[in-house]
């Protein structure tokens, strides 16, 4: 009966219904005597919803009820993986490949887990081991290439394993991550080539007309990105982010009638989508609809705050002093990663999930001024004040070190509610209010649009300040000169 029950959950996971799984799993995995199988399924269903730190408990009953079931320790460590626990999680892996485990997911867990302790060389070559038995092993192939770029800014080499392996076999996926490496490295023409190269191979794939519709409006070429976007409507009509790409791809042709309505159908389904909500704000400007004063209200929604000095430090300036010195070690990649905002600088990942007092004193103190800003909000039906519910929690947190010219490009955080900047060394020209460099700023959209439109507010940073807003509100930041470096820590939250 429990195989027949693991079975009936496995297959509801694959179907991505992981909340049926859970209901179907919780009361034999509550059981002592539960089999590793139900508890190792029971915890998959709960990380599929995102409840990371509740599914490691059941991972550490699977590996304790059965040793030597190097399955087990595999999800022990994938779980730590997540959690940010990369000591433990390595530890894991690596019983599991003591105990015969030796598939490419064993290594790429194992390769995080070494690049998340800053020992880059290792991690390359288990990046590299994982694509050795499996030579189209796309998230290998796209850790390897990030590590790569971040370390060295060097595309040529950052895109070596990849291409020879896309030498032997056309794979459309591995086609999207070369393209997605060349665009954030500040090539998009040659992105844009090698995804009319891969549709020319491939000329349904969905992904591939996603990413050419994106790279044609950052180039200027709105009509051929509407025309890749509406392809890609053609062949999946209704899913979100192709009618997300849709509508931005209106908005670049100058129909933002269209747009919005695009926008508003995703809204209808997904009514908290941070990123419809700010495609949906941005036609409603263009438009002149009032709606959009009150979506972007920066008066009411955007919020400076001296962060309270955290419990252990004498004053605040003792705490910065803490943490530049840490951040400073932790500060150890040449560039950025893919996917992110930053541009001329480097970020370091997960440290809401660090277990370092220094880390936990920050986010406990930040935790408490979201807290402190949901309430000063007030009550509204707008989707900012109507998902308060009184307390929140952190949804990843990470610092960036930006270099003289560096900058954040606009854009909006999709997974968050509230999300932040928090200052600690600034360069000197943010003190000019007319150049505003390194300042904050509101409002200008991170795709392309017609007529073009330009930041409406804008916050001057201070060390010590907290900024929260909105998740769905476009921000960016202006590039600043000098010699010295704009250090920063982040986080989103949801409501708890």
């Known amino acids: 009966m429990s195989q027949d029950l693991v ?8 179907r991505g219904q992981a909340e049926p799984a859970l209901a179907l799993t919780t009361a034999g995995a509550a059981r002592p005597s539960a089999m590793p199988g139900l508890l190792i399924v029971h915890a998959a269903a709960l990380k599929g919803l995102g409840r990371h730190a509740e599914a490691l408990p059941f991972n550490e009953r699977a590996v304790r009820a ?8 595999y999800n022990l460590a994938a779980t730590n993986g997540d959690l940010g626990r ?6 894991a892996v690596r019983k599991a490949m003591g105990l015969g485990l030796d598939a490419p997911e064993a290594w790429l867990v194992l390769a995080r887990a070494i690049q998340f302790q800053h020992r880059y060389d290792e991690a390359e070559a288990a990046f590299q081991a994982a694509i050795a038995r499996r030579p189209a092993f796309v998230d290998a192939h796209r850790d390897l290439a990030q590590l790569r770029w971040m370390r060295t800014a060097d595309l040529d080499h ?10 032997r076999q056309s794979d459309p996926r591995l086609v999207h991550v070369q393209a997605l490496v060349e665009e954030f490295a500040g090539r998009p023409a040659r992105a844009r080539d090698s995804l009319n190269e891969g549709l020319r191979r491939h000329p349904g794939d969905v992904q591939l007309l996603l990413s050419a ?3 044609a409006a950052e180039l200027g070429e709105a009509a051929e990105g509407l025309a890749h976007a509406q392809a890609a409507a053609r062949r999946a009509p209704g899913a979100p982010p192709v009618v997300k790409t849709l509508a931005e791809a ?11 309505a695009a926008a508003g159908s ?6 908290h989508d941070q990123h419809a909500l700010a495609i949906q704000a941005t036609a409603w400007r263009i438009l002149g609809d009032p709606r959009h004063g009150a979506l972007y209200d920066y008066g009411a929604f955007v919020r400076p705050y001296v962060l309270p000095t955290p419990q252990g430090w004498p004053d605040l300036d003792s705490f910065l002093a803490d943490l530049r010195a840490r951040l400073g070690q932790m500060h150890d990649l040449e560039t950025h990663p893919l996917q992110q905002s930053l541009r001329g600088g480097a970020q370091v990942q997960s440290l809401h999930v660090s277990p370092e007092p220094l880390f936990q004193a920050f986010f406990a103190s930040a935790l408490a001024t979201v807290e402190r800003y949901a309430a000063e909000i007030g009550k509204g039906s707008d989707p900012l004040r109507s998902r308060r519910t009184g307390r929140a929690a952190i949804q990843g947190g990470w610092s960036v070190s930006l270099k003289p010219n560096g900058f954040h490009t606009d854009h909006v955080h999709p997974q968050g509610w509230i999300s ?11 003190d000019d209010a007319d150049k505003r460099e390194g300042w904050i700023k509101f409002g200008q959209p991170g795709c392309a649009t017609l007529p073009k439109l330009a930041a409406e507010h804008a916050v001057k940073p201070a060390p010590g300040t907290l900024v929260l807003f909105p998740s769905y509100m476009w921000h960016g930041t202006v590039p600043f000169t000098g010699e010295t470096r704009r250090l920063t820590m982040a986080f989103d939250a949801v409501p708890a």
């Open 66 to 73: 059965a040793p030597q079931d190097r399955l087990a320790w």
């Open 420 to 430: 932040s900047a928090f200052y600690i060394d600034l360069p000197p020209g943010v």
């Open 7 to 14: 079975r009936q959950a496995w297959d509801l996971l694959g």
């Open 266 to 271: 995703v809204l209808t389904a997904f009514p």
């Open 86 to 91: 990369q000591a433990e999680g390595e530890a």
């Open 213 to 215: 519709a994106h790279v």
């Open 158 to 167: 950052a895109l070596d394993p990849l291409k020879a392996v896309l030498a």
């Open 250 to 260: 209106l908005l670049a042709t100058g129909d933002a009638a269209g747009a919005s």
